[in-house]
């Protein structure tokens, strides 16, 4: 059962899986849907093998939502990155631990003198004790549900466990994000493992009913 000290369930929809041509309409439409973030993935092209979105996107949808912008840094060098992207107007901003090294403590710091909520990424290969020394500077943990770079894959099989064991070791205060693989089908397991921030590209961006596809996500039914 999910304590209910935990924070509220969140739906962060993922922008890698909405019509890059027309991202300004595809945030004004989660946001009329429900959404409660909006999920941007910056992608070096060496971190993960992949390109995605810079800051003059995250500047530029600023302007078209009153949504978190909740800025995912799928860098080689956060430390380069962090202080681009806190400009740029990320709300929320995410690093992974496999690239912080010993400035982790300090990345974290200088996110949260931003006024930004800071946050830590760990990749499924990843030991969730890597993430446990800096539960407290965190505002988010989150838990990738795939190999970072790409959207479409499915979820790896000791996701649930990961979150469970974060949620134990960190209690109910931190948020808990989970991003890759999260579908309609699986969001009640996710959000009973512990997490509250379900990350989700294909399932919303591609439904029907956008709104309906938020509420059943977030536990509200349909």
Request: net charge negative.
């Amino acid at each position: 059962m999910i304590n209910p000290q935990m924070p509220p369930v969140m739906i962060s929809p993922s922008l890698l899986a909405a019509d890059t041509a027309v991202l300004g309409e595809a945030v004004s439409g989660i946001q009329r849907a429900g959404a409660d973030a909006v999920h941007i993935d910056v992608m070096d092209g060496h971190f993960v093998p992949n390109l995605a979105y810079g800051p003059d996107v995250v500047r530029a949808l600023k302007k078209r939502t009153t949504l978190p912008l909740d800025v995912h840094l799928m860098v080689s060098d956060p430390a380069f990155f962090i202080p681009i992207f806190l400009k740029a107007g990320a709300d929320w901003l995410t690093f992974h631990v496999e690239a912080a090294g010993d400035k982790t403590g300090e990345l974290l710091h200088l996110i949260a003198q931003s006024g930004a909520m800071p946050g830590l990424s760990l990749s499924p290969g990843t030991p969730v004790e890597a993430v446990l020394p800096y539960t407290d500077q965190c505002g988010m943990v989150l838990v990738m549900g795939v190999m970072p770079g790409f959207g479409g894959q499915p979820m790896h099989p000791d996701t649930l466990a990961r979150i469970a064991a974060i949620r134990r070791a960190a209690g109910p205060r931190l948020h808990i994000e989970v991003d890759g693989g999260v579908r309609m089908d699986n969001a009640a397991d996710i959000r009973a493992a512990g997490a509250n921030i379900l990350v989700s590209g294909t399932a919303i961006f591609a439904a029907n009913d956008r709104e309906s596809a938020i509420k059943t996500m977030r536990g509200e039914g349909k």
